[in-house]
């Protein structure tokens, strides 16, 4: 399971905006104990602008890193599918899997049986808390396997990827997983789309695909 970390130069610069806040209320604090409130108040300057400033600037930049966090995406895999000239039900699958912190990028080739491909992915969705500071979703790229238009059941079996998931479903049947205050759900996630060449991103709750042509 990879939980992927955003960090760049917009979460330096909101970090520095959280410091400098932080310290302007610090300073307006001390302020305000040394001369008293009543006379901060009374006079209407120093400290009690310092407070607002600094409170409006947390609160700028706490909503600036839960946006980041919410939106957030990562490329997981690209995915061509072809039909098999001549073959009905039947699709050639060129998949590139991503590296990351447990696995080397990966180019597998597989015959899929079906009209449309499905890859499926465990993901541990963060709370919205956790994502604000950078923790992306955590998942790992499990299964590739086909449907037909029509309904009928496949007989192909699943492809397992990334060894499976087995462990990830054993936890979850067990109530292991703690879902508080960090992990909100841990579920397994799919999407389905028809042949043609795809970018796959995970968001903080979901595998999408998006058409490269």
Do not use: C
């Amino acid at each position: 399971m990879v939980f992927p970390v955003t960090f760049g130069w917009i979460q330096v610069l909101l970090i520095v905006l959280a410091v400098l806040a932080l310290a302007m209320l610090v300073t307006a604090v001390l302020k305000a104990r040394r001369l008293g409130w009543r006379v901060v108040a009374g006079r209407g300057m120093g400290a009690v602008a310092l407070i607002l400033v600094a409170v409006i600037i947390l609160w700028v930049t706490t909503l600036l890193q839960t946006f980041l966090g919410l939106t957030g995406e990562v490329k997981a895999a690209h995915i061509v599918a072809t039909k098999v000239p001549g073959e009905e039900h039947l699709m050639n699958v060129d998949l590139t899997l991503f590296g990351d912190q447990q696995y080397d990028e990966q180019h597998l080739q597989y015959r899929i049986e079906g009209d449309m491909w499905v890859l499926q992915a465990n993901i541990v969705e963060m709370e919205p808390w956790v994502n604000a500071l950078g923790v992306n979703a955590g998942y790992k790229v499990t299964r590739l396997y086909g449907q037909r238009l029509d309904g009928i059941a496949t007989k192909q079996n699943h492809i397992f990827l990334n060894g499976g998931d087995g462990d990830f479903f054993d936890d979850m049947r067990a109530e292991s997983w703690y879902t508080e205050p960090f992990v909100r759900a841990a579920y397994g996630n799919a999407v389905i789309a028809v042949p043609g060449s795809y970018d796959v991103f995970i968001s903080r709750d979901a595998i999408k695909a998006r058409p490269t042509e």
